[in-house]
């Protein structure tokens, strides 16, 4: 889950921009999505690239697999 670390929560979080590449016509490469906080104007950017396997995550967002304190 992507949350914004000023709120700690993903409830207002916008996906303001998205894009999602196809190398080759069928299987995902990359998926590229830009985030806006709607409570307090935070921004950031989740990128995972399937090629390298990887995560890369810039801005006020972070990725968590628990639950968030604010629901």
Not at 44 to 60: A, F, K, M, S
Request: proline content about 1%; charged content about 25%.
């Amino acid at each position: 889950m992507i949350t914004c670390t000023n709120c700690e929560t993903a409830q207002f979080l916008q996906i303001t921009q998205s894009r999602v590449y196809f190398e080759d016509g069928e299987m995902i490469n990359e998926i590229s999505e830009t985030y806006e906080c709607t409570l307090c104007g935070a921004t950031g950017r989740y990128v995972y690239d399937d090629d390298c396997n990887e995560e890369t995550i810039t801005g006020d967002v972070e990725h968590t697999t628990e639950r968030p304190k604010y629901a």
